[in-house]
């Protein structure tokens, strides 16, 4: 009597890095990637003109977005304030994406890591975006893309910066317990399968005061209901380079 052949369930194999995210920027499954302009940064644009430095937005200023995804932020500023500018992402997909949408709009795009030497000249770029992008690094890299950030911006320049916030966050106190990850405050993520760092707000404020004046900070809501974690917490910190 012939056996039955034994089919055993192959289990998903995560994809890591840039894999991960040209799978997703070509066909998305576990985020929703928008097209639009992060509401954080027309936030951030508003609060700018309003104290006064409305110049750092100016026909012909540079931005630099590491991490740039789609380029739908540098599109947004060269849209409604005629900027131009440049960004780096460790996605292909993503590039090749933002370069289509960007035509004539004097914005240059680059595959590579955010944690290397960025592409672009000292003192030349009057605002600077690290939106969800260096909590993927180390804290070698998370040091270096700082640094690099601060050799890039013009003085009185300005760093605008979004990333997770540890504090009061049950999902991230949840995934440190559960999947500790190299350092303190960071996990595995449980999809991409690799590590990433939350910061405390005394740890990152510390950490960015090292270079840059501190002028303002937004936090997210604790996202808690009925004693249940609900979205993760964000902060976002508006900071300046010293003339």
């Known amino acids: 009597m012939a056996r039955k052949p034994n089919f055993t369930k192959k289990k998903k194999r995560k994809a890591h890095g840039a894999t991960f995210w ?5 066909n998305p499954e576990y985020l929703k990637l928008s097209l639009n302009e992060s509401g954080d940064l ?11 430095r409305g110049d750092i937005l100016g026909v012909g200023a540079s931005a630099f977005d590491a991490g740039c995804g789609n380029g739908r932020n540098l599109i947004y500023l060269a849209n409604e304030f005629q900027m131009i500018g440049a960004g780096v992402d460790i996605s292909s997909a993503a590039i090749a994406q933002a370069k289509a949408a960007s035509k004539d709009l004097g914005i240059h795009y680059h595959v590579g890591s955010a944690g290397s030497t960025l592409p672009a000249e000292d003192n030349s ?11 993927f ?8 893309l700082r640094d ?7 003085p009185g320049g300005f760093l605008f910066m979004k990333t997770f ?3 009061k966050d049950l ?3 949840r995934l440190i317990r559960e999947m500790p990850g190299p350092e303190e405050g960071s996990y595995i993520h449980p999809v991409m ?51």
């Open 165 to 167: 916030l540890r504090d």
């Open 42 to 52: 027309t936030k951030f644009t508003r609060w700018v003109i309003r104290f006064k």
């Open 171 to 173: 999902h991230t106190e």
């Open 125 to 135: 770029q009057s605002l600077a975006l690290d939106m969800m992008t260096s909590h």
């Open 148 to 154: 690099e950030l601060h050799r890039i911006m013009q």
């Open 193 to 243: 399968g690799v590590a990433e760092h939350v910061y405390t707000e005394e740890e990152l404020v510390a950490f960015l005061e090292e270079k840059f004046i501190i002028r303002k900070i937004y936090r997210s809501h604790k996202h808690v209901s009925k004693g249940k974690a609900a979205r993760r917490r964000t902060i976002s910190i508006y900071a300046e380079k010293d003339y």
């Open 22 to 26: 040209d799978r997703e920027y070509t």
């Open 137 to 144: 690094l180390d804290a070698d890299g998370r040091t270096h």
